[in-house]
T-cell receptor
Framework: TQLLEQSPQFLSIQEGENLTVYCNSS?????LQWYRQEPGEGPVLLVT?????EVKKLKRLTFQFGDARKDSSLHITAAQPGDTGLYLC????????????FGAGTRLAVHP | NAGVMQNPRHLVRRRGQEARLRCSPM?????VYWYRQLPEEGLKFMVY????????ESGMPKERFSAEFPKEGPSILRIQQVVRGDSAAYFC????????????FGEGSRLTVL
């Protein structure tokens, strides 16, 4: 069974601080996505990483896929209150179609 | 709106009633996935459908739950004889023919069972 573990579960920081959240598995994934979800809404795709060692940047967000494609990290620089939300990583199931296995998420609160 | 459309956004049912949740995928997408999310948890896969076919229902409870995606019209997730434990947010996602696993989610249907 493929599982994704995210850490930390909760993170409460002040505006301007940097943070990193992690997504780990013992399984290899062909691709991994990061989503952000706000209360009462559906998850919104932030990025997809496919190649081991890949690094993608989205403004103040930096995403990295581990060399072995078993883990990923999301680093946010100079966090802002608008970054508050639930960050979910999801790996593509090995079954050969677009079924995603989700981690439980990291709930981030950025205080002004 | 070309996004994934779900309705109703909120549904209240009493124990024993039926709940029907509808999902229209993004234009051009023929793959639909249903996920369930409990409070403070991630999303759990339920079922994957293509037009007129259930491809993977490994996450569906064996009883009371069913899903369909007819040739015409939206995909429907049906829960019969609801119990309080069915209270959750149900999300539908769609994808096109992509090899990278990207799903586009609707805003969810929140079911409350009294």
């Amino acid at each position: 069974t493929q599982l994704l573990e995210q850490s930390p579960q909760f993170l409460s920081i002040q505006e301007g601080e940097n943070l990193t959240v992690y997504c780990n598995s013992s399984s290899v994934f062909s691709s991994l996505q990061w989503y952000r979800q706000e209360p009462g809404e559906g998850p919104v795709l932030l990025v997809t990483v496919v190649t081991g060692g890949e690094v993608k940047k989205l403004k103040r967000l930096t995403f990295q896929f581990g060399d072995a494609r078993k883990d990923s990290s999301l680093h946010i620089t100079a966090a802002q209150p608008g970054d508050t939300g639930l960050y979910l990583c999801a790996g593509r199931d090995s079954g050969g179609y677009n079924k995603l296995i989700f981690g439980a998420g990291t709930r981030l609160a950025v205080h002004p | 709106n070309a996004g994934v459309m779900q309705n109703p956004r909120h549904l209240v049912r009493r124990r024993g009633q039926e709940a029907r949740l509808r999902c229209s995928p993004m234009k051009g997408h023929s793959h639909v996935y249903w996920y369930r999310q409990l409070p403070e948890e991630g999303l759990k896969f339920m079922v994957y459908l293509q037009k007129e076919n259930i491809i993977d229902e490994s996450g569906m409870p064996k009883e009371r739950f069913s899903a369909e995606f007819p040739k015409e019209g939206p995909s429907i997730l049906r829960i019969q004889q609801v119990v309080r434990g069915d209270s959750a947010a149900y999300f539908c996602a769609s994808s096109g023919r992509t090899s990278t696993g990207e799903l586009f989610f609707g805003e969810g249907s929140r079911l409350t069972v009294l």
